[in-house]
T-cell receptor, first 116, second 117 residues
Framework: SQQGEEDPQALSIQEGENATMNCSYK?????LQWYRQNSGRGLVHLIL?????REKHSGRLRVTLDTSKKSSSLLITASRAADTASYFC????????????????FGTGTRLQVTL | NAGVMQNPRHLVRRRGQEARLRCSPM?????VYWYRQLPEEGLKFMVY????????ESGMPKERFSAEFPKEGPSILRIQQVVRGDSAAYFC???????????????FGEGSRLTVL
């Protein structure tokens, strides 16, 4: 089973609208990260939120984390055609000291299509 | 300021052949992670290595797959006797060993796409 599962699996919106993607996970985490993947390319880190944080902003991105529900959401405001990509959440394992390297467990992704 | 370099970007092999995928981490990074991505799916963790040391290989298939990260040179993911089910994109990521300024993010290469005929 997936540690992280995003929903919706696919999302189609018009430019200028907001896009919200959700991620649920199963085990305790140290941090949760969101990555973007353009078609045929590698993943690019977008934003990280620690387990003791509830909300974080970066430009047009807003991420929330609810550890009691084991869920996170990524909001992209005022979307642009260039935001068209797949978005993945990834979790770092609990019990990790801050600043320690570790593998990440990725979810299944949300495919976002932004049309003009 | 090169990022994570993977090669080849595309590799075609016939069933039974060997595939070798290479990954050079970002400068200053000593940790390498390999992930596999099937079409329209997420990334599945395979192996996590430091120089000359396998830290976690819990995602590696028990047979035919091996990985190394030697003292000198790139990390290598080796798949022996490939089968059609090995067709996928293989991504390498790197990170520094850690530290007070390390946030935990991974830096990904562009991937190597293996097609098994």
């Amino acid at each position: 089973s997936q540690q992280g599962e995003e929903d919706p699996q696919a999302l189609s919106i018009q430019e200028g609208e907001n896009a919200t993607m959700n991620c649920s996970y199963k085990t305790s985490i140290n941090n949760l990260q969101w990555y973007r993947q353009n078609s045929g390319r590698g993943l690019v880190h977008l934003i990280l939120i620690r387990s003791n944080e509830r909300e974080k902003h970066s430009g047009r991105l807003r991420v929330t984390l609810d550890t009691s529900k084991k869920s996170s959401s990524l909001l992209i405001t005022a979307s642009r055609a260039a935001d068209t990509a797949s978005y993945f959440c990834a979790t770092g394992p609990a019990g990790l000291e801050t600043g320690t390297a570790s593998k990440l467990t990725f979810g299944t992704g949300t495919r976002l299509q932004v049309t003009l | 300021n090169a990022g994570v370099m993977q090669n080849p970007r595309h590799l075609v092999r016939r069933r039974g052949q060997e595939a070798r995928l290479r990954c050079s981490p970002m400068k200053g990074h000593s940790h390498v992670y390999w992930y596999r991505q099937l079409p329209e799916e997420g990334l599945k963790f395979m192996v996590y290595l430091q120089k000359e040391n396998i830290i976690d290989e819990s995602g590696m298939p028990k047979e035919r797959f091996s990985a190394e990260f030697p003292k000198e040179g790139p990390s290598i993911l080796r798949i022996q006797q490939v089968v059609r089910g090995d067709s996928a994109a293989y991504f390498c990521a790197s990170s520094p060993p850690g530290g007070s300024y390390f946030t935990g993010e991974l830096f990904f290469g562009e991937g190597s796409r293996l097609t098994v005929l």
